[in-house]
């Protein structure tokens, strides 16, 4: 009976796992309908160039597969590769729109920093000025990285006293400044994420850990961290859009 009754149970499990996992494409989906949707009413290219993509790469090879006497073979591969190429695109394009939505947003960069990829352990608004100006921190492969968003003139005090605090507890560990925004010397809100993982690699994962524990001391010992600023607006849908961007 025992047997019985865990056969029967695992039966259940998996019932519910396949309902799971079908209920989570349906929601992947729907995001990328509404991102294609949003993209869509806002850039009135994408269409014709996603069309274009697709019969342009299988006008393409069903000319190759012409001269090879392979054309039939090829045609149904140049449509699938032209669908690859044209999903790609639309993924670039949504990626732009995103940034360009939220940049100069109070909370912009955080978000940005939020939606990397890889071992990056973010904490947002370290330091903050009451005109929504934020550092954030960032542990990483590089070391310790302070990306600051607001006026330059205000946010530079408060990147200098951060770095003093976190250089008093990590020791050699190298600390980064990045200034975000769209003036000499500052890293567009668009190319953070890259500027990010271009930084040289000086720590291994055991180090970043070493590091997040000590910082964390010293948030606790410093009492409640400063509030985040507000996220882009539409900041959902701009999630969904990333996540798509991401996966192409």
């Given at each position: 009976m025992a047997k019985r009754g865990s056969g029967a149970a695992s039966k259940e499990e998996k019932k519910a796992a396949k309902q799971a996992a079908k209920a989570a494409r349906r929601e992947r989906f729907r995001?990328?309908?509404?991102?294609?949707?949003?993209?869509?009413?806002?850039?009135?290219?994408?269409?014709?160039?996603m069309v274009g993509t697709v019969l342009g790469t299988a006008l393409v090879l069903f000319?190759?597969?012409?001269?090879?006497?392979?054309?039939?073979?090829l045609l149904p591969t140049g449509i699938l590769l032209g669908v690859l190429l044209a999903?790609?695109?639309?993924?670039?394009?949504?990626?732009?729109?995103?940034?360009?939505?939220?940049?100069?947003?109070?909370?912009?960069?955080?978000?940005a920093l939020d939606n990397m990829r890889g071992q990056?352990?973010?904490?947002?608004?370290?330091?903050?000025?009451?005109q929504?100006?934020?550092v954030h921190r960032v542990i990483g492969r590089p070391g310790v990285v302070l990306v600051a968003e607001g006026a330059p003139h205000r946010t530079k005090s408060l990147v200098a006293q951060e770095k003093k605090r976190v250089a008093r507890i990590i020791g050699q560990v190298p600390i980064y400044e990045v200034s975000v925004g769209e003036d000499e010397g500052q890293v567009p809100l668009a190319r953070l994420q890259r500027h990010m993982t271009k930084l040289p690699r000086n720590i291994d994962k055991s180090q970043m850990e070493t590091v997040e524990k000590r910082l964390a001391a010293l948030a606790n010992r410093a009492g409640p961290a400063m509030p985040k600023g507000p996220v882009p607006r539409n900041a959902q849908q701009l999630k969904g859009m990333q996540r798509t961007a991401r996966r192409r």
């Open positions: 995001q990328i309908w509404q991102a294609f949707q949003m993209q869509r009413r806002e850039d009135k290219a994408l269409v014709p160039i000319l190759v597969g012409l001269l090879i006497g392979q054309e039939w073979f999903v790609i695109i639309f993924g670039r394009r949504v990626q732009k729109n995103v940034y360009a939505k939220a940049a100069g947003q109070p909370g912009a960069a955080g978000w990056w352990r973010v904490t947002q608004a370290v330091a903050g000025t009451t929504l100006d934020a």
